[in-house]
Nanobody
Framework: QVQLVESGGGLVQAGGSLRLSCAAS????????MGWYRQAPGKQREWVAHIRTTGSTNYADSVKGRFTISRDNARNTVFLQMNSLKPEDTAIYYCAALKFPPVWGQGTQVTVSS
């Protein structure tokens, strides 16, 4: 069974940085686009970024220029480097393998204080 495990969340001051990691079991990385999503309290889950098997990336406008998604297929790991963090980035961040049906991680909390 494929599993995704996120790590790297925490509490950071506005303007700071965090790097999230998502480790996958199995060979899911080699054949699937991987994505990061987030869900703030009282809000719906929203897409943050994704990276295809080719390495091409897309970002939500709210994080463009501040966040960078990358993948290491040899380590079955996808990363999200988050810089210039803002309080509105506070959310639970989820990693996902964008296959049908999608596979989700359990999430990691990111809290940005003002």
């Amino acid at each position: 069974q494929v599993q995704l495990v996120e790590s790297g969340g925490g509490l950071v001051q506005a303007g700071g940085s965090l790097r999230l990691s998502c480790a996958a079991s199995g060979s899911i990385f080699s054949t699937n686009t991987m994505g990061w999503y987030r869900q703030a309290p009282g809000k719906q889950r929203e897409w943050v970024a994704h990276i295809r098997t080719t390495g091409s990336t897309n970002y939500a406008d709210s994080v463009k220029g501040r966040f960078t998604i990358s993948r290491d297929n040899a380590r079955n790991t996808v990363f999200l480097q988050m810089n210039s963090l803002k309080p509105e980035d506070t959310a639970i961040y989820y990693c996902a393998a964008l296959k049908f049906p999608p596979v989700w991680g359990q999430g990691t909390q990111v809290t940005v204080s003002s």
